[in-house]
């Protein structure tokens, strides 16, 4: 059973913390053949599901367009390189394996860092996962924190961070002698809330963000509210497979580019993510 770790710390993992200095954040799209030969003449193929507002998501306006904070965030970083995208989408089990067959180059939307995904992956970590807990209206259970999930039932998407950081939940009220979290596993986070709004489970985890955009909707106002809300230890942002150091370092000197110049900063706002789980990028493997 995994578990979340505060990765910056974690003995398992491999942080190089690099500098945006002038040479590391300079953006050169007419060189790509000489700073990244591996991927000259190449597309880029990004995989994404877009069902994790505000970091990817289909545009309500045009179902055609993938919009959000981490597909402008791709955007931009390899133009930086001079690259092009193809992206690929699919719900989050069916597309977690292809960057680890090789199938795509990166994967993005909100993807946390793990020890078993680091087995198979490599990442570059922009920010921290902040999470909230979403009942029914009018919180029949009375759930104002961690010890008051004990017992309950929850549904998560298989493989989201939320369904790791409910288990690790799950795990502390066995410890400490209280019954377990019943967690029902679904394809994806609408699923997971038709389960809530049904009356089938009685929470969901979801990031905050996104929770805050779900409750505030014409339907959410009448079905659901936050119980409460967290920041954990763990950290997110971009994933490769392991061994492609060449993507690893497009990434990580794009994102540095976007720091220098506070772009992404200016995107964090766009999309109401609270600066304060931007972190310092980092490489992760």
């Not at 003449?41 to 998501?57: D, L, N, Q, R, S």
Request: proline share 4%; with cysteine; net charge negative.
């Amino acid at each position: 059973m995994m578990h979340f770790k505060n990765v910056i710390l974690s003995v398992g993992a491999i942080a190089l913390q690099f500098v945006a200095t002038q040479a590391l954040a300079a953006c050169a799209p007419d060189n790509v053949s000489n700073k990244y030969p591996g991927y000259a003449g190449k597309a880029v193929v990004v995989a994404v599901t877009p069902m994790t507002p505000p970091f990817t998501m289909k545009n309500p306006d045009n179902l055609d367009e993938l919009i959000g904070l981490e597909i402008e965030l791709m955007k931009e970083v390899m133009a930086c390189a001079g690259l092009e995208i193809e992206w690929l989408t699919g719900k989050w089990s069916g597309i977690l394996p292809t960057v680890f067959s090789g199938a795509s180059d990166v994967m993005v939307g909100n993807v946390v860092y793990r020890d078993d995904r680091a087995k198979q992956g490599d990442f570059v970590v922009f920010m921290r996962n902040k999470q909230t807990v979403v009942v029914k209206k009018g919180n029949p259970h009375g759930i104002a924190g961690p010890d008051s999930l004990c017992g309950l039932e929850a549904a998560q998407t298989i493989g989201a961070a939320s369904a790791f950081a409910m288990q690790d939940y799950s795990d502390k009220c066995e410890a400490k002698g209280k019954p377990a979290i019943g967690i029902q596993m679904s394809e994806d986070q609408e699923s997971a809330f038709r389960q809530l709004s049904a009356g089938r489970v009685d929470m969901v985890m979801e990031g905050t963000v996104s929770a805050e955009k779900r409750i505030s909707s014409l339907v959410g106002q009448k079905r659901f509210e936050a119980a409460f809300s967290f920041t954990s230890d763990a950290v997110a942002g971009a994933m490769t497979r392991n061994g492609n150091d060449e993507m690893l370092q497009i990434l990580a000197d794009g994102i540095a580019a976007m720091k220098e110049s506070g772009r992404i900063d200016t995107l964090f706002d766009k999309y109401g993510i609270d600066r304060e789980q931007l972190i310092p990028a980092q490489i992760l493997k």
